[in-house]
């Protein structure tokens, strides 16, 4: 063969998969004027007097991408910081209020929507004021428009905690009392009890969960391209494995695909445990010499355009998976693929169980404790919003995680994926990456 082909050929092929993955992931899809002033529409619909107010983040992301306040980017699409919306229900109009800025935070973060002269147009808003003018129409409103504040009496949520899952983590900061000062946003909750005591607090927050757990069509689309990137990248990371890389290089190869793709970042801090690290749960530091033997278990998805992914796969260093490790792969696998083919609209957490023991029980395979179920909500945030123990609907996106973990062996197994409830059934959004195990073994086999 002659030498310049041979080097060529793998550089050939290398090319072709970057292109490939440029062309088929490189723009982001994001949300229309149309698809925000909808959203606020509908919200205000749902109420007869009052306003509704919602406040954007006011300070950048540390260490990240800025990344707005789930609520108000979902009404709004806005990412300005320290920006404050009003709805008025009885009247159908939204009002947009930014900071002035100095030349020098012009300089530094660039022009917010103040500066646009075209911003009432883009954005669908009644009007956009300076924030200096908010108490002074709060004062000048709540007589005319219904003497109700609609605002977020619950916990927030962020890219990767849920809400209650906030209040969990402001409860264990609280632990120590030099820690226990209160959130921003119930500085703003006693804030308006201050200056409005006439007025009453209403929580915005069951209506707003009401909207975002049903996805709209704009929003499938974003999930179903992120579903196409977050797999590629877990398929990336299983290629880049073999013994003596370091959890965090396979860390990277799925990193590059979801940055390539043009997501933000990942929807949540990446898990890659190999060996005794599978077995631990949200393990992220991602620090240890994956060796031969080992499971590699991975727990990862992208963000893409305010929307998280949910992907988790379990694969062999070795690229062969041991007898014993094949043995529980296969109970888990099963579980998930029962759990998936019994979602459709209308059924509940006890129908989903009930179908997974019937099918261990016809491929009798003994589910070592494993009872399928309905998984976690997947939006905005990772554990998205939504509430617990209602039949499912069309519209809902959901993970679903069967695992079962031997510590004293050393390995952990976990079969993820988030899927998109339908008309008649549910679409699986990250069936581009393998779980298979010969889809797996194969894979595996291609990085000789």
Request: hydrophobic fraction near 40%; glycine fraction near 8%; charge should be negative.
């Amino acid at each position: 063969m002659n030498r310049h082909k041979f080097w060529q050929a793998p550089l050939i092929i290398f090319l072709f998969a970057l292109v490939f993955q440029t062309v088929l992931f490189s723009q982001r899809v994001g949300f229309s004027k149309d698809e925000m002033t909808r959203r606020r529409e509908a919200l205000m619909e749902r109420l007869d007097e009052g306003l509704i107010v919602l406040f954007g983040e006011c300070m950048p992301t540390p260490g990240g991408h800025f990344r707005q306040d789930n609520d108000f980017y979902y009404f709004t699409g806005i990412e300005d910081t320290g920006a404050i919306v009003i709805m008025t229900p009885k009247t159908n109009e939204s009002f947009l209020f930014l900071p002035r800025q100095t030349s020098r935070e012009m300089m530094v973060e660039g022009e917010n929507l103040l500066k646009d002269e075209d911003a009432k147009e883009k954005t669908g808003f009644t009007e956009i004021y300076p924030v200096t003018y908010f108490d002074e129409f709060l004062a000048r409103s709540a007589r005319r428009y219904g003497l109700i504040f609609h605002v977020r009496l619950s916990p927030r949520d962020s890219v990767d905690n849920a809400r209650w899952e906030s209040m969990i983590f402001e409860g264990r900061k609280n632990r120590i009392h030099y820690n226990d000062q209160i959130s921003l946003d119930n500085y703003r909750i006693n804030k308006l009890k201050e200056r409005y005591p006439v007025l009453a607090l209403n929580d915005i927050t069951p209506l707003i969960d009401e909207m975002r757990v049903i996805k709209s069509a704009e929003e499938m689309e974003v999930l179903r391209r992120n579903g196409k990137i977050s797999a590629e990248g877990v398929k990336q990371a299983i290629l880049a494995t073999r013994p003596g890389v370091f959890e965090y290089q396979i860390e990277a190869a799925a990193m590059h695909v979801i940055l390539n793709g043009g997501a933000k970042g990942a929807a949540y801090p990446p898990i890659v445990g190999s060996g005794p690290n599978s077995c631990i749960w949200h393990y992220d530091k991602n620090a240890r010499k994956v060796e031969e033997g080992d499971l590699v278990l991975m727990d990862f998805g992208a963000d893409l355009d305010y929307l998280c992914m949910d992907i988790t796969r379990t694969w062999p260093v070795s690229g062969k998976f041991a007898p014993e490790q094949r043995e529980v792969y296969e109970i888990v696998l099963a579980v998930q693929k029962a759990c998936i083919e019994a979602y459709r609209p209308g059924v509940t957490s006890a129908d989903v169980r009930k179908h997974v023991a019937e099918v261990m029980k016809k491929k009798g395979l003994d589910p070592k404790g494993l009872r399928g179920g309905i998984g976690h909500y997947v939006g905005m945030c990772v554990h998205d919003v939504g509430p617990r123990g209602v039949p499912l609907q069309e519209g809902m996106v959901f993970a679903i995680e069967p695992a079962l973990y031997y510590p004293e062996k050393n390995f952990g197994i976990r079969i993820e994926d988030t899927v998109l409830i339908t008309k008649d059934g549910c679409e699986v959004l990250t069936k581009d990456v393998p779980k298979e195990l010969e889809e797996i073994e194969s894979l595996m086999l291609r990085k000789e």
